[in-house]
């Protein structure tokens, strides 16, 4: 594991799991929230490493909320460098929605914990499945009618199969917290 490696070992409920480690930034603008890493991600030790998660981060980089690679590698300096970071709510990686619901349970209120502590303003979801770990229920993309506690915007993507216009339309709703 290098030093860009973002690959840690934790206690997942009893058991230690290989995972990512939750990136914070310094004084945080945003948090992008997956609802559990991908073997391909831990495997590289980088945040949404699958076909899926790229799309999606070269879509929300299109916003400005944070900037693409400049040499084709990873978006996490970049990101932590604007003040976006990286968490997942279950820590443990597994493919497909493949988690229990106390998984889920367990890592809500562990991740909803620390966006608070953080008064991380904006939380955006690359997929519907963190959001509805986090809110109960899937919402539609864009903002979502619901808060976390602590006052925290929640923002759906779009479909990663979305068409074009509906991307457009949805992302031009993206405000960016300063």
Known sequence: MGADDHRTTVDWRG?????LADLWPDRPRA??????????????????????GQRQLHRLASTGLLPAPTDGTFFEPGALAAGVGFA??????ASGAAVTPDEVADGRERLLAQLTERAVPLVVCLT???????????????YQDAELPG???VFRMPGPFAPAVEVADVLADLELPR
Do not use: D, W
């Open 15 to 19: 058991t230690t799991v290989l995972t």
């Open 31 to 52: 948090m992008v929230v997956g609802l559990h890493p991908v073997p391909c991600s831990v495997e590289a030790g980088h945040y949404f490493q699958g076909q899926v």
């Open 88 to 93: 997942n709510v279950v820590r443990r990686p």
């Open 128 to 142: 519907r499945l963190p959001v509805k770990a986090l809110l109960g229920r899937e919402g539609r993309p864009g």
């Open 151 to 153: 006052g925290i915007r």
